[in-house]
């Protein structure tokens, strides 16, 4: 079974930018389709982006593109998600995940593992 951490998140003000990690143990992440989660306060959990296992295809929720960047280091064990341009709608504990359904998907239900969670809070 692989466990996943995430780190990286924090405070920080609109067009800002922060690195969030995901960092798997317990089995090696290459082989898995790996993806970023948010959920904001009162709200469900949205899908971010996503990466193939070899990190050679990735996806964004529309509300991210161009401003997010996922990637992965599988020597490191170590998923990313590189933020900028930061505004205050993406403050949310942020999430990385492994896929267990179809690629391309961007259901909740196909991605399992969940970590704990970073906190992200933009300030306008």
């Known amino acids: 079974q692989v466990q996943l951490v995430e780190s990286g998140g924090g405070l920080v003000q609109a067009g800002g930018s922060l690195r969030l990690s995901c960092a798997a143990s317990g089995r090696p992440l290459a082989g898995y389709h790996m993806g970023w989660f948010r959920q904001a306060p009162g709200k469900e959990r949205e899908f971010v982006a996503a990466?193939?296992?070899?990190?050679?295809?990735?996806y964004y929720a529309d509300s991210v593109k161009g401003r997010f960047t996922i990637s992965r280091d599988n020597a490191k064990n170590t998923v990313y998600l590189q933020m900028i341009g930061l505004k205050p709608e993406d403050t949310a504990v942020y999430y990385c995940?492994?896929?267990?359904?179809?690629?391309?998907?961007?259901?909740?239900?196909?991605?399992?593992?969940w970590g704990q969670g970073t906190q992200v809070t933009v300030s306008s």
């Open positions: 990466i193939t296992w070899s990190g050679g295809s990735t």
């Open positions: 995940a492994r896929n267990v359904g179809r690629w391309g998907t961007q259901r909740e239900a196909d991605f399992g593992s």
